[in-house]
């Protein structure tokens, strides 16, 4: 296990990602009954865009450093569950520190919402667990994802929202992503799995499309935001998710959110966002 999310966070990636996220769980709120969010690739919480790794790469600048400037008003009423997490992490201004998904997933949650932030890497496992493991809210698992959702689906809430975030660093990845989900639907069949994938030259997103969409999961909702063309060895031209059962109306607010990103992340003219129905709602 080489990857380490320290170089990568606040990326291009990682902004959609996590305004996805938090749209997700803002949805999972409008309903009184707590649901469980069950993190299968946690990272480490929270990170330091001024620490060494982040500056090794610098390409935060490519996504969260590129978001200061306001967007529309109807875009930032939507994301301002996204930027209101991040402004609690840095009370001095600036954003020197950046909410992985579990934190920003818990700063969201309420009093009754549970998370399972589960890490393979042991030091970054022990790092997440400083940084969320005093939140009694908070269980902090140090397995591999598919062990992690197997244990915990389904959730004694019967409501929740899986990650499952990988990086994509091992060959077989797309089949193992692929048979998580499968593992996770055959226990919890209306959980709301989010899949996340890059997008390079190999064709990954589309093997991974219809892997999803012969599941026939009804509201499988597919976004995707590219930033330049992929080419090949060109690395991450772009990324996407993929949403199985995805909350009403949250594709409403992605056809609003991603174009704008699209515009603002998009390398020089270029810049595509897009919403689609993998399988439609019922
Ligand atoms: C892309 S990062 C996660 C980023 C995090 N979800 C976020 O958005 O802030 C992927 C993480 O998965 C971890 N990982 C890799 N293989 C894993 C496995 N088989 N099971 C659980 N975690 C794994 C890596 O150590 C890494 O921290």
Request: proline share 6%.
């Amino acid at each position: 296990m080489n990857y380490r999310h320290a170089y990568h966070a606040g990326n291009h990636a990682d902004v959609l990602k996590h305004i996805v996220l938090a749209r997700v769980i803002e949805h999972m709120k409008k309903k009184d009954k707590a649901f469980r969010v069950i993190d299968a690739h946690a990272g480490i919480g929270v990170y330091d865009l001024k620490g060494i790794e982040a500056g090794k790469t610098g390409e935060w600048e490519t996504g969260i450093g590129k978001m200061a400037a306001p967007f529309s008003p109807e875009v930032e009423a939507l994301i301002a569950p996204y930027r209101e997490a991040i402004a609690k992490l840095n009370p001095q201004g600036g954003i020197v520190q950046y909410p992985g998904s579990p934190d920003l997933a818990l700063g969201l949650m309420r009093y009754d919402d549970r998370m399972v932030a589960n890490e393979l890497h042991p030091e970054d496992a022990m790092t997440l667990q400083r940084n969320l493991g005093w939140d009694e809210r908070v269980k902090v698992t140090e397995l591999d994802a598919d062990t992690c959702i197997k244990a915990n689906l389904p959730p004694p809430e019967r409501r929740g929202v899986i990650l499952i975030d990988p990086p994509y660093e091992v060959k077989n990845e797309a089949e193992r992503v692929i048979r998580m989900i499968r593992h996770g639907l055959r226990r919890f069949a209306q959980g709301v799995f989010m899949l996340w994938y890059p997008v390079k030259a190999d064709g990954l997103e589309n093997v991974l499309t219809s892997e999803v969409q012969a599941m026939g999961v009804a509201s499988t909702l597919r976004v995707e935001l590219m930033v330049r063309e992929a080419f090949d060895a060109g690395g991450l031209a772009g990324s996407g998710l993929l949403i199985l059962n995805a909350p009403w109306k949250l594709d409403e607010d992605l056809r609003v959110i991603v174009p704008a990103l699209a515009e603002r992340l998009g390398l020089g003219a270029f810049g595509r966002g897009t919403v689609e129905w993998v399988v439609p709602p019922k």
